[in-house]
């Protein structure tokens, strides 16, 4: 099985800068995957890690140590539309995802 | 825009009574999976279809099912929903099974048993 681990909640000011973490411990590892989700809606992807490393897009960077088994998923610029559960999730073999039960980011004015 | 659709997007059922729910994707993906998703949980897999092809989850009970008559479309099938069962209900596809394939979710079916 897999192990997957991020805090359960966080709460930052508008245009301020949160970053999520996200431990995990699998049996194999072919890529780790983040994905915003608002209440009562699906996951939307956001970043796709497979080499160690920072991956920049906009607002929202991730970055992954293979060795470490960590990776984070850094908010910048805060706005309060990014008010949702972040997923991290783990792709361990070709195709099954493993996801982390989320981390619900509450932004406030 | 090319998009996964899901049916009805909130559902009630009676406890024991049938119920289907519905995916339809116009990606072309060869893969659709079924995820339970229960709050403040993270989402379950319990089977996917590569092509035609069913891999069922070992821990998915019986009383899931699942069809996929096409490519485009892809079904829940629950025998006899419990009380248990209530959750919200998400498809999934991915062009592939690789490590690079995101997969890109519908928008949830909420199911609700009384």
């Known amino acids: 099985g897999q192990n997957i681990d991020q805090p359960t909640e966080m709460t930052a000011t508008e245009g301020a800068i949160v970053q999520i973490n996200c431990t995990y411990q699998?049996?194999?590892?072919?890529?780790l995957f983040w994905y915003q989700q608002h209440a009562g809606e699906a996951p939307t992807f956001l970043s796709y890690n497979v080499l160690d490393g920072l991956e920049e897009k906009g607002r929202f960077s991730s970055f992954l140590s293979r060795s470490k088994g960590y990776s984070y998923l850094l908010l910048k610029e805060l706005q309060m539309k990014d008010s949702a559960s972040y997923l991290c999730?783990?792709?361990?073999?070709?195709?099954?995802?493993?996801f982390g039960a989320g981390t619900t980011v509450t932004v406030r004015a | 825009d090319a998009m996964v659709i899901q049916n009805p997007r909130y559902q009630v059922t009676q406890f024991g009574k049938p119920v289907t729910l519905s995916c339809s994707q116009t990606?072309?993906?060869?893969?659709m999976y079924w995820y339970q998703q229960k709050s403040s949980q993270a989402p379950k897999l319990l089977f996917h279809y590569y092509d035609k092809d069913f891999n069922n989850e070992a821990d998915t009970p019986d009383n899931f099912q699942s069809r996929r008559p096409n490519t485009s479309f892809c079904f829940l099938d629950i025998r006899s929903p419990g009380l248990g069962d209530a959750a919200m209900y998400l498809c999934?596809?991915?062009?592939?099974?690789?490590?690079?394939?995101?997969?890109?979710f519908g928008p949830g079916t909420r199911l609700t048993v009384l």
């Open positions: 999934a596809t991915s062009r592939d099974r690789t490590g690079a394939d995101t997969q890109y």
């Open positions: 999730a783990v792709r361990d073999g070709d195709y099954k995802l493993s």
């Open positions: 990606l072309n993906h060869n893969v």
């Open positions: 699998t049996s194999g590892f072919n890529g």
